[in-house]
């Protein structure tokens, strides 16, 4: 993907961020770490839960999508900082072996009015499951440098 500036994220705009699976493992080492609840720690004592087995942390499904969002498209743009997220969801489950496919659409761009040289850039953001079922939703404002004049596209 091309270096992105401010100007190059477009309303409606859709971008696919690859993908990640979540091992038992994994899930299991970042409950410990960071949310250390039973239905993502034990296996056994999930089965015994409402969710029937073991399942990743809404927290840990946020990370995997920044990892997603950093490396298919934030490391290559003129990201200045995340300054917002809002409407957290995860209307299902992530389990041990799911492929988790992310997805961000650009909702708003709008320039900052007290400082010309970056905008704002408003995306929802997508997880999905191998079975194209959403994991977690959110929304996400994050502030983008402008194309630097020297940049600027030639005018025809």
């Known amino acids: 993907m091309a270096f ?8 409606g ?5 690859g993908e990640r699976v979540l091992s038992e493992g994994e899930i299991i080492g970042f409950a410990r770490a960071f ?4 239905v993502h ?3 056994e ?3 015994q839960s409402r969710f029937g087995g073991l399942i990743a942390s809404g927290w ?3 990370v995997v999508l920044m990892r997603l969002w950093v490396d298919e498209m934030l490391r ?11 409407d957290i969801r995860w209307p ?10 992310a997805r961000v659409t650009v909702l708003e761009a709008t320039p900052s009015r007290g400082k010309p040289d970056r905008g704002f850039v408003k995306h929802h953001c997508e997880l999905s499951n191998q079975h194209g079922e959403i994991v977690m939703t959110m929304r996400s404002l994050a502030l983008f440098g402008r194309r630097p004049e020297r940049d600027a596209p030639a005018l025809r």
């Not at 290559?76 to 809002?86: F, K, P, Q, R």
């Open 4 to 11: 992105r500036y401010f100007e190059d994220f477009r309303p």
């Open 13 to 17: 705009e859709t971008t696919l961020l």
């Open 35 to 38: 949310d250390p609840q039973m």
């Open 41 to 43: 720690l034990d296996p």
């Open 45 to 47: 004592a999930a089965r």
């Open 60 to 62: 840990q499904t946020c």
């Open 76 to 86: 290559e743009s003129s990201a200045l900082a995340g300054t917002g997220i809002d």
């Open 92 to 101: 299902r489950p992530v389990r041990p072996g799911d492929r988790l496919t």
